[in-house]
């Protein structure tokens, strides 16, 4: 399947934004994009466009485009609505008993993807694993509305994600020993158990935002 230019600006202005290469407070024009992806002005605006109105950047006829930064407040709501939906999450997994065999399962490839990453030093795969496996505990609920509104977080998560794990001062290893304990707390129902997990895992992440 051929994608089309206007959808190629966008991908790859959008990928170097959530993964800091581009951070909050930097320029960028359209004759850059254009350059670096041999592409004419229509479809580049076009993109430019389409991130201003997911709030990724901001356009003036002053200043042209700028990156928005993430703003304290946002990542605090994100973070919010992540407890709040993982919360209820695992309260249902355990309330249905789901079979421990299925929920060891469902989390063992994000799992075996970010021991993989980790060992390669590739944060980029580790932080696409670490999305997934929030998504995945969600996911597990069986409520696929709660899924959907988690889906509409991905972005801003990954942003979040990148800008956390990227630190110095959060190993990766520390998120991973979260993710196995959180595996372990939802295949032995323990609901309150997960919920102290998540509480550790997002104060550790606020607290470096």
């Known amino acids: 399947m051929t994608i089309s230019a206007a959808e190629r600006a ?34 580049v605006h ?3 466009l389409r991130l201003e109105a997911e709030r990724l950047i901001r356009l003036s006829s002053r ?12 990542a605090a709501d994100v973070l919010e609505m992540r407890d709040a ?14 079979d421990p065999g299925e929920v060891a399962a469902a989390l063992r ?27 995945t505990v969600v996911a597990l609920s069986g409520n696929p509305i ?3 509104f988690f889906d509409l977080l991905r972005d801003r ?15 990766l290893s520390e998120t991973l020993a979260d993710h196995h304990e959180m595996a372990a707390r939802l295949r032995a129902h323990d609901a309150d158990g997960y919920g102290v997990v ?12």
Request: glycine share 6%.
């Open 10 to 43: 966008y991908a790859y202005t959008k990928n170097r934004i959530l993964r800091g290469e581009l951070a909050g407070g930097d320029r960028l024009s359209e004759g850059q994009i254009c350059t670096e992806l041999e592409l004419s002005r229509t479809p």
């Open 46 to 48: 076009e993109a430019f």
């Open 63 to 74: 200043q042209g485009a700028v990156v928005t930064p993430i703003p304290i407040s946002e």
């Open 85 to 98: 939906l993982e919360r209820t999450a695992a309260a249902r997994v355990a309330a249905r008993r789901r």
């Open 109 to 135: 490839g994000p799992l075996d993807r970010q021991e993989a990453a980790m060992a390669a030093g590739d944060v980029d795969a580790f932080v696409e694993a670490d999305t997934d496996f929030h998504a």
């Open 146 to 148: 709660a899924a959907h």
């Open 157 to 171: 998560q990954l942003r979040l994600a990148y800008a956390v794990l990227t630190s110095t001062e959060l190993a």
């Open 198 to 209: 998540l509480d550790r895992h997002l104060a550790r992440h606020q607290g470096l935002l």
